[in-house]
């Protein structure tokens, strides 16, 4: 049987407490950051219809039962975004969102089912206006924090630098040596083959039933996550479209999506987004999430009609997500994401 949970031992608690009352300071700066540049902060509702249709996102699902008995499905969400997104719908110019959100199957240093995440949406920008904004958020993290350099597990990362900007192609070139776009096609097929072949002469394993998305992810994980972030953060751009379930295409290359993440000490931080606006074309990806997701783990996740009908009056937008308690965990150097969260989730019994 596993340990209990002992974070509230006074020991253990007095050794933790520098690091959660500097998660209060950050937070409450990012507050006040966001309210003086104009964001309204919104709050969205835990229980959705639909926790989202990313394949490899695990919800907790959950029931309301109704006054004449019967019952209703529910999710605990794993974002806000739906709900953001219908209030950008809704006619809502700038809005934030610092929301509890809840992902299964996670667990372990980076991960946490229930944690904390900042989401930011910005109607009529693209998602460049998102880029300045992260610079924003991190030197004042830092500066918050007492601190001139983030940390994690001893990498470093200078918040107030310049961010190095590399697109995914440029990074699987400089890091993995493969050529990705050469095995992507304009109308979004891709060659498996050829990028099984290039994994398996790279040393990572291959297995029969991998698809091209299972092969991508390898190599993004195993070669080419551990440079980023290395010194100064890292904006990683232009993911394959194929990759970016929620993101429009790039106008230069429908190959790849206006999509970017966030990294610091090798820590991926933030998801960005320039916002796909069309609905028939959501729902085709949402399907072919669903599919895959029923492939792999045997469920699939209902697809939130309301959000669609939102999308169809959404105005062109950005958005991003922050993982507020790894952003945390950085400007303080704590090595596990529950030692920045007050009252960590129980792990229970196990055999």
Not at 81 to 94: I, Q, T, V
Not at 144 to 171: C, I, K, N, Q
Not at 201 to 219: E, K, M, P
Not at 315 to 322: D, F, Q, T, V, Y
Request: hydrophobic fraction near 40%; aromatic fraction near 8%.
């Amino acid at each position: 049987m596993s340990a209990p949970s002992t974070w509230w031992e006074p020991r253990i608690h007095a050794d933790r407490r520098p690091l959660l009352l500097t998660r209060n300071r950050i937070q409450a700066a990012l507050r006040a950051h966001f309210a003086s540049r104009d964001f309204v902060e919104v709050e969205a509702a835990c229980l959705q219809v639909s926790p989202g249709n990313e394949a490899h996102l695990s919800a907790f699902a959950t029931e309301a039962l109704l006054p004449d008995g019967s019952r209703d499905p529910f999710y605990l969400h794993t974002s806000p975004e739906f709900a953001c997104k219908k209030l950008l719908a809704a006619g809502e110019p700038k809005i934030v969102s610092i929301a509890r959100v809840f992902r299964n199957r996670e667990r372990g240093p980076l991960h946490h089912p229930e944690f904390t995440m900042v989401e930011w949406y910005r109607a009529g920008e693209g998602y460049e206006a998102l880029m300045q904004d992260c610079a924003e958020v991190l030197a004042l993290a830092a500066e918050t924090a007492g601190v001139t350099r983030l940390t994690y597990r001893g990498r470093e990362a200078d918040p107030f630098a310049s961010f190095e900007r590399l697109s995914v192609a440029e990074a699987f070139e400089r890091h993995a040596g493969i050529d990705l776009l050469a095995t992507m096609a304009p109308d979004g097929s891709t060659d498996r083959t050829a990028l099984a072949e290039a994994t398996a002469t790279r040393g990572l394993r291959v297995a029969a039933d991998d698809t091209w998305a299972d092969l991508y992810s390898r190599i993004l994980v195993g070669l080419i996550e551990p440079h980023l972030g290395d010194g100064r953060p890292t904006l990683l751009c232009e993911y394959p479209v194929s990759e970016a379930a929620l993101a429009r295409p790039s106008p230069d290359d429908p190959r790849v999506a206006e999509r970017f993440e966030l990294y610091a000490c090798g820590v991926e931080l933030a998801n960005a987004f320039g916002e796909l606006t069309d609905p028939a074309e959501q729902r085709r990806r949402f399907e072919a999430e669903m599919d895959e997701k029923a492939r792999v783990y045997g469920e699939r996740y209902p697809i939130d009609e309301d959000f669609l009908d939102a999308l169809a009056i959404m105005p062109e937008a950005s958005g991003i997500a922050l993982g507020f308690d790894r952003l945390v965990m950085l400007a303080t150097g704590a090595p596990r994401i529950d030692d920045v969260i007050w009252t960590p989730v129980a792990r229970g019994s196990a055999s």
